[in-house]
């Protein structure tokens, strides 16, 4: 099986911009899961879907979204980007909630100038 | 919120050598993950091992969840091994996962 696609791999916006990030899930796996890395504050959780609902959002501000489609696919968007935005995303999936495996993709490098 | 943390954050090693990682978290937990994080970035999913012992080649884990704390051996380091290696646990009915602060691991030759 193919693994987790990310799109675009690396992406440079200017502060204000907005910018939509793309994740593939592992065919088959409904769960997909959104993260932030940053040197200062390490791997946070941005949020999860399931069957194309949000199942639980982490401690971002209103500025984050995402969605996720009825092939499971999901989005994350940030608007009005900051400086501080500027960080590695990663998407993971799995099959189901809470006790199974989780398959991370290689994530999408922001740099918010 | 549940607390993980590892030690040691920074190790280096020659070629050859062992070593023993180390996950402590705050709570009892549904799931633990290891991972290896490789210099592009990339999360590779380790282990699967909320308790028990598990092997695969020169890796082994083991987790006691009753004293919780988990371990991961690297046996044999090459320098392919160098990068981060994050624990990452998992608690509640969703898919949020809490990852600790790494061990940066470096093997030379």
């Known amino acids: 099986k193919a693994g987790v696609t990310q799109t675009p791999r690396y992406l440079i916006k200017t502060r204000g911009q907005q910018v939509t990030l793309s994740c593939s899930p592992i065919s088959g796996h409904r769960s997909v899961s959104w993260y932030q890395q940053t040197p200062g504050q390490g791997l946070q959780f941005l949020f999860e879907y399931f069957s194309e609902t949000q199942r639980n959002k982490g401690n971002f501000p209103g500025r984050f979204s995402g969605r996720q489609f009825s092939n499971s696919r999901s989005e994350m968007n940030v608007s009005t980007l900051e400086l501080g935005d500027s960080a590695l995303y990663l998407c993971a999936s799995s099959y189901r909630l809470a006790r199974d495996t989780q398959y991370f993709g290689p994530g999408t490098r922001l740099t918010v100038l | ?109």
């Open chain 2, 1 to 109: 919120g549940i607390q993980v943390e590892q030690s040691p954050p920074d190790l280096i090693l020659q070629e050859g050598a062992n070593s023993t990682l180390r996950c402590n978290f705050s709570d009892s937990v549904n799931n633990l993950q290891w991972f290896h994080q490789n210099p592009w970035g990339q999360l590779i999913n380790l282990f699967y091992i909320p308790s028990g012992t598990k092997q695969n080649g020169r890796l082994s884990a083991t987790t006691v969840a009753t004293e919780r704390y988990s371990l991961l051996y690297i046996s044999s380091s090459q320098t392919t091994d160098s990068g981060v290696y994050f624990c990452a646990v998992l608690t509640g009915g969703g898919n949020k996962l809490t990852f600790g602060t790494g061990t940066q691991l470096k093997v030379e030759l």
